[in-house]
């Protein structure tokens, strides 16, 4: 069982960060599951949750309002299925305006078959897509 039920992070701009994480992982099967708009939560939030599936959110992005995110950025991985997702994910975050943080490959002082691939997001967000499978 996972130890993590959910993670959050804020983006300067929340139509952008929107349509970043909609095309970088909709390769890997995760797409946005559920929206909480201000008129929701009294105009102090809004954000997006993206799951699979299951249609759990279990990554949300939230609006910073303009500002950029407090302290430093975050990293965290996302899980592939395969290297070609690896690849895929890739591609995908590039295409959207990410920026190359660690082309895929193989991480081999973590373990033989550890696999990913690393993009810095808009707001300087170390994201990962990652399988453990051996090609």
Sequence with gaps: MSIVDHFGVTVTDFEKGLAFYEKALAPLGIK?????????T???Y????????KGKPDFWIGAGGGKKPAGNACHFAFVAASR????AFY???????GKDNG????RAHYHPAYYGAFVLDLDGHNIEA???KPE
């Design 32 to 40: 946005v599951v559920m929206k909480i708009g201000k008129e929701l």
């Design 42 to 44: 009294g105009g102090q």
């Design 46 to 53: 809004e954000g997006a949750g993206f799951g699979n599936e």
């Design 84 to 87: 070609a997702e690896v690849d």
């Design 91 to 97: 591609k995908a975050a590039l295409d959207a305006g």
């Design 103 to 106: 082309p895929p490959g193989v």
């Design 130 to 132: 990652v399988t453990h």
